[in-house]
């Protein structure tokens, strides 16, 4: 039996990038000896194993067939008969259907060495096309490996076109479709994960009004947005909302994120943007009344960390869009109202009903004399 190092960590290797994690393939070998070696069996699909010590996989080679549509609809064969080569080939893209042997020799049947010096994601044979997931693959390494270069083959862009067209891009599972996307949002260029499955119309598909967003612009506002949103947060929700936020109404925005599986906090953030950006890229700045009931709506009394994060997302928007925000002013009236001492306005002697009314008025109050200050003082400077 053979051991080899596979996909990623010989990629990563050869990049001169960090590895992550190190995948194996073992040729020659059979489920019962390498149990016999110690290894653990994990996953119900395929014999994939743990390493007893380094707790790393190690995979038998195997062959996989497309029977169903979808993530799951997969056939595997694996057996001692079945070669590196066979399993090498199953691989979405050349750079990843590389191995190393144990000696150190690159095992490359399908150019992922010339790939990496041309910085090409060209796909290894037709079979690529058995799993749609790997169009969000390819876009991802596309936002990763944009900035050494990197781009997609032609041939391999006209094959996801494709697979689009035929509709196979319908059977993925909504949670992976979010897992790749959350990943591509903390890629370095984000922005190319979604210019990549818009020139294969994959986009269209998925996130029908970012789609629309990118096809009337070349400089499209929603990606601007992502790309400060990046550079001023590592939030994916900042990220996640700075993106979509600005795009359509509130409820679009809610319906858009939970087809797209956006867990809660994602959601609430894109949903606080479209909903408040207006106001906090506009008038509320000048005028008390919104700017408290806007504070209100986004419970920035009880969530200060959720508003400073909110603030970043429409920023971000409000610089793609050229309106400035103003959230020194607003981040002092919050404070200045925050500060407001319920205790206290107890002790004079307010309950219930117009206590809550004090704590309004005052907070009210407060936000009034910081916009006042802050509009004077602009004016002196
Ligand atoms: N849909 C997929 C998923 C994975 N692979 C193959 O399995 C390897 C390991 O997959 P994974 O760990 O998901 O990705 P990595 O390439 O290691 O990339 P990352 O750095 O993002 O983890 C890949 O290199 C590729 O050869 C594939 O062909 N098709």
Not at 245 to 263: C, I, K, M, W
Not at 327 to 335: F, G, P, T, V
């Amino acid at each position: 039996m053979q051991t080899y190092l596979v996909g990623g960590a010989v990629r990563d290797a050869l990049l001169g990038r960090a590895v992550k994690d190190r995948d194996w393939v073992v040729v020659g070998a059979t489920p019962d000896e390498m149990l016999a070696k110690g290894f653990r069996q994990v996953g119900a699909d395929f014999p994939v194993f743990l390493h007893p010590e380094t707790q790393e996989e190690y995979a038998l080679a195997r062959t996989e067939r497309k029977k169903g549509h979808g993530y799951h609809g997969f056939e595997v064969h694996s057996a001692p008969d079945v070669t590196l080569e066979d399993d090498l080939r199953r691989r979405d893209l050349t750079i990843n259907a590389m191995a190393q042997a144990e000696d150190g020799t690159i095992i490359d049947p399908f150019g992922g060495q010339h790939d990496l010096e041309r910085k090409l994601l060209r796909h290894v044979s037709p079979a690529f096309s058995e799993d749609p997931l790997r169009i969000l693959r390819v876009a991802r390494f596309a936002a990763r490996l944009e900035p050494l270069g990197f781009r997609v083959a032609p041939e391999t862009n006209e094959l996801m076109r494709e697979m689009v067209r035929s509709g196979e891009v319908e059977h993925l599972v909504p949670e992976r479709i979010w897992q790749e996307t959350q990943r591509a949002l903390h890629e370095h260029r984000p922005d190319v994960y979604f210019r990549v499955m818009q020139d294969c119309d994959a986009l269209s598909r998925l996130i029908p009004p970012l789609a629309n967003a990118l096809t009337s612009n070349a400089n499209p506002a929603p990606l601007r947005a992502l790309m400060l949103a990046v550079q001023l947060s590592s939030h994916t929700a900042v990220r996640y909302a700075a993106l979509l936020g600005g795009l359509d109404t509130p409820l679009a925005v809610e319906d858009l994120s939970q087809s797209l599986r956006a867990p809660n906090d994602c959601q609430a953030m894109a949903i606080l943007v479209a909903t408040s950006a207006d106001d906090l890229l506009g008038p509320a700045t000048e005028d008390p009344d919104l700017l408290l009931a806007v504070l209100d709506r986004c419970d920035a009394w009880r969530r200060p960390e959720r508003f400073d994060d909110l603030l970043i997302a429409i920023g971000a928007l409000g610089q793609a869009t050229l309106r400035e925000l103003d959230s020194h002013s607003i981040k002092q009236a919050l404070e200045a109202a925050r500060a407001v001492d319920p205790q206290a306005l107890m002790a004079e002697g307010h309950t219930g009903k117009a206590l809550g009314e004090a704590i309004r008025r005052t907070r009210h109050q407060r936000i009034a004399t910081v916009l006042k200050q802050n509009k004077t003082g602009n004016h002196h400077d």
